[in-house]
């Protein structure tokens, strides 16, 4: 079936320094999401982006993250800067429309230190 | 605000006997549930969804009936298969998919 690929799978990176969490949403998919989930607590919805802008973010989506997909290439999460919070698996997800199914990638492992 | 509550954080059982995870879900409005399965090392994938109170859907031997009533949508299978050990999320949304509220999940592991 349809794949979301998310690389890397793992990532440390150093507290205050930049990261770049990349997706490779479904090719004919038009509607984009990451979600963060911290190592035993649930996962929780960040952003939806579509036709090149945020839709709708959640309080979790600081002003340290930022979301972009240029010329319909990887769709990216960047933190800028890090801070020991932002540790957690995030999962990008793309869906065909606002009102069909979601698929979603593996996920990356962030870990700052 | 939204929520989705699955009580059990893990399930232990014997092939063969039935499976139910249990989802309760707070909402102010009529939402669509989900349930998602992850498998070891997989992406979380779509398991089935429901939209009409008392509809059940199936996928996989797996059904679920929304209670609007009860503020419920538990995942149920009639007889466990080794392979359904994985992670089960119930979610709900406002429309079809976008912005997912998940539960906290309920690993299940079936042994021989």
């Known amino acids: 079936g349809p794949k979301v690929l998310q690389i890397p799978s793992h990532q440390i990176i150093d507290m205050g320094q930049m990261v770049t969490l990349n997706c490779d949403p479904v090719?004919?998919?038009?509607?984009f999401y990451w979600y963060k989930q911290i190592l035993g607590q649930q996962m929780e919805f960040l952003v939806n982006?579509?036709?090149?802008?945020?839709?709708?973010k959640s309080k979790l989506f600081k002003d340290q993250f930022s979301v972009e997909r240029p010329d319909g290439s990887y769709f990216t999460l960047k933190i800028q800067p890090t801070a020991l919070e932002d540790s957690a698996v995030y999962f990008c997800?793309?869906?065909?429309?606002?009102?069909?199914?979601?698929?979603f990638g593996k996920g990356t492992r962030l870990t700052v230190v | 605000g939204d929520s989705v509550t699955q009580t059990e954080g893990l399930v232990t059982l014997t092939e063969g006997l039935p499976v139910m995870l249990n989802c309760t879900y707070q909402?102010?409005?009529?939402?669509?549930l989900f349930w998602y399965v992850q498998h070891l090392n997989e992406a979380p994938k779509l398991l089935l969804k429901?939209?009409?109170?008392?509809k059940r859907p199936e996928h996989q031997g797996f059904h679920a009936t929304l209670h609007k009533s009860s503020s419920s949508f538990h995942l149920q299978k009639s007889s466990a298969q080794l392979s359904d050990s994985a992670l089960y999320y119930c979610?709900?949304?406002?429309?079809?998919?976008?912005?997912?509220?998940f539960g906290g999940g309920t690993r299940l592991t079936v042994r021989p």
């Open positions: 997800a793309s869906s065909l429309g606002s009102e069909t199914e979601v698929f």
């Open positions: 090719s004919n998919h038009l509607y």
């Open positions: 429901s939209f009409t109170d008392n």
């Open positions: 979610a709900l949304s406002g429309n079809a998919g976008a912005k997912l509220t």
């Open positions: 909402s102010t409005y009529s939402p669509f």
């Open positions: 982006f579509y036709n090149g802008k945020v839709m709708e």
